[in-house]
């Protein structure tokens, strides 16, 4: 850039000198101009040529006899002789590229030393990777087919010699996928406090580098560590920062992020058998990583880290409730019951802000007020205190849209639980909102994805329903893109579109064969056809919606009780 900076500044310096439309006339027609007292001004420098002015304007250059007497020559015929030992333009142009060159110099350089600190920092992670770990498989709850897909490697790790008795060799690497929040970490951990053996953590991004190469050599520096540890284990988070697919498919040699993961692939491959050190990495992406990672000698092993179950989430309240006292009112198989798509560390945080309402009301005990108060925080923030601002209308529209939510849900499917239904706006921005609880199972059929639909479009059929469909309100923006996404996934993921039929858009993309338009017309009929269906559904229970969004307005908050008792539920 530097260098660009320096072409293109004098550039324009010598072509602004070197392009003046000014006429260049001999000595001999200059006196000519001279006697007949045609010229104004004369500019009088050490150069060859003289600038010459004349009456109207027109400018040229000429001869500079530098005779003696010259001056009082020019002077005689009334010329205004402007003397300059050099030009202006001689000397402001070069200070200002001389100026400008200096600042840019220091400007890189700053931005350099930031840079180089930075890199610094990173590397002073790596450096400090190794860990002991205390904790072990007793220590994580849930996720038990996770764990005893790993306890394998924790007795590899011991005793590798009875492995090569056998002639097994392990997996030298393990690949844990998941959601966000469901323990991929904790799990890592507990593989080498199980094995007590150093632990050497690192995050995918501390390889992503400025300079080339440098990614590249702090991988080999990384398992050099873990290889004089003789027995550890190397847990690398968040690997698709480096394990993306290659661009086409094709080796970029040039590119530092394709460096680095050959770099990486290269270690693992150079893993003596049975050596005792293993790699497990973590990511929320396993479809973006290159397969270069995925074949046997890598990561051959993959372990889905799912979201928990009805019972994993019991033991992971349990035991975030160890050190917590709680009263005799909480019943936490309830509360897991009611966490459906909790993660291990939601629910961790949802233990945790019942702790601190606990703390707040000066109480000896977690009590179930608690427990309902940091639930409702995790998934919608704080009840706002103040809602003076909020006008009748308003509010009558969040009542009769959350109750349109509310009663689709329990009408498309009556074993779906509405907990609460509230119209007070919280701090994360939601205007009301209505607490819906599918059943708990571990497959979607296609029915329960059309319900689902109907579900987020209640709430904007209900307003069109009540107020006109010239008085819809932008209240529905999250619910649309719920829906949309839904909708999405069962066209082009799931195969369960007649018009698509089998077909995954996500592979068709990864291939550059596309199909937008065809895409976006196909979801854009299923979600007006369940639009459609909800407003009808609406329509035939619409006392039902009207006794919802009237106990709304007057309560603010209605549970799962008044719910039942409105539309005839026990």
Known sequence: MLIVSIVVTSSIF???????EVEELSYTLFLKHLKSGIVKDVYLTDSPKLKVVLENGNEFFTDNPRAQGFKEELLLYNVNVIERSQTVDDVVMPVIIFASLIFMLVYFRKNMFKQAEKEMANMSNIENSNLEIKIGFNDVAGNDEAKESLKELVEFIRNPDIFKKFGARLP?????YGPPGTGKTLLAKAVAGEADVPFFAVNGSDFVQVYAGLGASRIRDLFKKAKEAEKSVIFIDEIDSIGKKRKGGNIVGSEEGDRTLNALLAEMSG???NEGIIVVAATNRIDVLDEALLRPGRFDRQIEVELPDVNARHKILNLHARNKPISNDVDLRKVAEETVYFSGAKLENLMNEAAMYAIKSNAQEITKEHIDKAYYKVLVGDEKQDRSYINKKDKEITAYHEAGHA?????????NRVTKVSIIPSTKGVGGFSLNIPTDKIYKTKRDLYDNIMIALGGRAA?????GKENITSGASSDLEKATEIALSLIGSLGMDETFGLLNINVLMSRDIKDDNNLIERTKEILDELYKETIELLKTSRDKLEKISQELLIKETIDENDINRIIDFS
């Open 14 to 20: 010598v072509y602004f000198n070197n392009n003046r």
């Open 172 to 176: 030298r690497g393990v690949l844990l």
């Open 271 to 273: 893993f003596k058998e």
């Open 407 to 415: 009663l689709v849900a329990k009408l498309v499917d009556s074993t």
């Open 463 to 467: 307003e069109e329903l009540v107020f």
